[in-house]
Structure formats: structure tokens, C-alpha cells
């Protein structure tokens, strides 16, 4: 599907100037990082109110596709600055956002491996992480629409193919990123069942 | 030049999460590998 969308947005979907087709690999990261940080923000909730351990796997899987997903984002963004105006960043509202979330997520992993004592302490100060860098989402969002910035709020795709083209990106990153989550929550439940018997 | 950016920004999105897939599917072998030792044990 990636493939065919890759396909799809190079050959028939081609927007004009060339360059503008970078949107193609930038947007469908984009929405799918954002994504993935709702459902940490919801997994932090979760653990928060229930404190069963399965909310913090998924918490912790999604911030970790989340920040791959983010690291995509951030790259294309600054191949697409380079292309279309010339520079590989410029500090804009939605570039600093943008930055800062990658940021706050990096900082989220490292919290997370770093953090000595109980599990259920280390838990719950990331889940606690995880709903204060989740504030910066809706930033990442309307920073360019209500600041003024060189960053466009949004792109029209005008023809079928163009449109086409997005949404199978979108469909295919989407699939990706729910694949990556099931694998490292799978994963992250080995390792805890491996610790608990090295415990005892 | 141009061109080049296009398929930089491609190579990216598909070199990044290939990278990902494979450091992810290691990390399964890994531990299936341990879990599998430790019930013989």
C-alpha cells in the first residue's frame, strides 16, 4: 500500500512545482505522529486511573512509533524548507512546534529508561510526562492557523489522483504505525513477563 | 537539484520505517529466543 501510494503521488498525483510532492511523505507522517501521541495522552489516562500495567505498554509503544514517526515528519519537513525556500529551518510557529514535539517525545523514552525504583513508579511518572507533552499537540496544530507563518495551515489537492494519493498514504502510514504499536506492545509484554520470572 | 529533494524526502519516509520494522522484528526474535531458553531451563 505504501508502495502503490508512493506510486500513486509520484506518477499521477503530481502537484506543480515538483517539490510540493515532498507534502506526500510529510503529511501522512504528520497526522499518524499526532495520532500516535493521543493515544499515549489516553494510555497516561488510563494507567493514571487504573493503574493496570497494560496502559503503560501501550503508552510507552505508542510514544516510541510516535517519535519515529515524528523523526519522519521532522526530516521531510526540513527536505521540504530546503526545496521550496531555500533553507533547512527557519523559526517559524510551526517548525518550533513541531521540533519541540519531537523533542518532549525524546525526552519521554529517555524518562522512561532512565527512571530506577518500582515499576509502577516509573509508570506513573511517564504517564504524568506523557499528558503534559501531549499539551503540545494542539499547538503543532493550529500554530499555523492562527499565527502568521511561513508554513501553509493547509494544502488543496484539487484532482482525484492527488486526493487518491494522500489518503493511501495516509491509509498506508496509519496500517505502519498500528502494526509498529501492536509489535512493541507484544514486545514490552515478553520483557515484563521475562523480568517477573527472573524476579522470583 | 530538486529531484534530489523529492527523493531524499521519499528515501527517508521508507528507509526510517523499514529500519524501524527490522530493529523491531530483532527485538521480537531476541526475546522470544530468551523466553524460550528460560522455559527449558
Known amino acids: 500500500m505504501l508502495l502503490a501510494s508512493t506510486w500513486m503521488a509520484l506518477m499521477l498525483g503530481q502537484i506543480e512545482p515538483v517539490q510540493r510532492n515532498i507534502i506526500y511523505a510529510h503529511i501522512p507522517s504528520s497526522i499518524c505522529a499526532l495520532l500516535c501521541f ?65 523533542f518532549l517525545y525524546v525526552v519521554y523514552l529517555i524518562l522512561r529508561s532512565s527512571i530506577r525504583g518500582p515499576r509502577y ?42 486526493k487518491l494519493a494522500l489518503f493511501m498514504g495516509i491509509g498506508a502510514i496509519m496500517i505502519l504505525s498500528a502494526v509498529f504499536i501492536w509489535l512493541k506492545t507484544d514486545i514490552l509484554r515478553d520483557q515484563n513477563k521475562l523480568e517477573r520470572e527472573s524476579a522470583s | 537539484m530538486i529531484m534530489f529533494y523529492l527523493c531524499l524526502a521519499f528515501s527517508v519516509l521508507w528507509v526510517v520505517n523499514f529500519i524501524y520494522l527490522f530493529l523491531l522484528d530483532r527485538q521480537q526474535k531476541d526475546i522470544r529466543r530468551r523466553l524460550e531458553a528460560r522455559a527449558q531451563h
Open chain 1, 38 to 102: 493521543v493515544v499515549v495522552l489516553v494510555a497516561s489516562i488510563g494507567y493514571l486511573r487504573t493503574s493496570k500495567p497494560q496502559w503503560d505498554i501501550v503508552a510507552s509503544a505508542a510514544a516510541e512509533v510516535g517519535t519515529i514517526l515524528a523523526t519522519v515528519l521532522n526530516l521531510t519537513g526540513m527536505i521540504f524548507s530546503r526545496a521550496e525556500w531555500g533553507v533547512w529551518w527557519t523559526p517559524s510557529p510551526r517548525l518550533i512546534s513541531a521540533g519541540l514535539l519531537w
Open chain 1, 121 to 162: 513508579l516509573q509508570a506513573r511518572v511517564c504517564a504524568v510526562f506523557g499528558i503534559i507533552a501531549f499539551l503540545d499537540v494542539p499547538m503543532v496544530y493550529i500554530s499555523a492557523r492562527f499565527i502568521p507563518d511561513v508554513h501553509r495551515a493547509n494544502f488543496s489537492f484539487e484532482t482525484g489522483p492527488q
